[in-house]
């Protein structure tokens, strides 16, 4: 499991920086009406969607909340006042406070389906009748491009996906929220070249092989033979849901 403390100084650097964050606001922001007036962006990280949130509707008053400090510790440099320390299965809010609640690169990270449920059901709980939940799906399907690097990969053993599309509606259903929209984006600059994907496997990312173990180092060296070591494989282009909370009566 990645350390959000450790990793939020470089988390933006190499996570596809402003590029990323500017096509996955502009994303999620199509989902959102323009006249939502209370919005929670949950996970929110470094805030730097959260950030481009608050920006692009200002007659919007905007919260981020993440359970990482290091995270919140930037977040709050770019979003003064409005960032809290929180853990989204177990939001610090009264019931209807949010017209909105976002959450972007979230739930594949969770550890297992009651996590993902809680998460789900927080988010409900917290939006008003009529609001709008909005969330990232399928995060690491998207990487699979159908490239050499998938096709070496393919065979790893991978956790089971938290966020796939399905089994986020069937959360969304379980807690009163209904279909109301999708979109995608581009993630440029976030194709997998092979010596970083060696790093990343190494690193324990995408498969539920551990650092170290040997089946991950014969993955290594299948890698290590494509050409290309350094080129960027196509980018992933990452899909976004929304669901809605009936309106009261």
Partial sequence: MIDYDEEAGAYDATRGGEARAAAAADAVLGLIPETTGRLLDIACGTGIVTRRLAAARPGTRVTGADLAQGMTRLAAARLP??????????????????????SVWLLHLLRDAADADRVVAECARVLRPGGVYVTTVDKAAAHDVGSDIDAV????????????????????????LHPAGRASFPSLGQGRSPRGTIADLRRGW????????PLTERFAERLAALPDQERPRADPCFSVRAFRKPPAG
């Fill in 206 to 213: 995408f498969t539920l092989l551990p650092p170290g173990d």
């Fill in 81 to 102: 006042g409005a960032v809290v320390r929180a853990d989204s299965r177990r939001l610090p809010f009264p019931d209807g406070t949010f017209d909105a609640v976002t």
């Fill in 153 to 176: 990969l393919a065979p790893r053993p991978r956790r089971p996906a938290r966020d796939a599309a399905d089994v986020v509606a069937a959360h969304a259903a379980r807690h009163g």
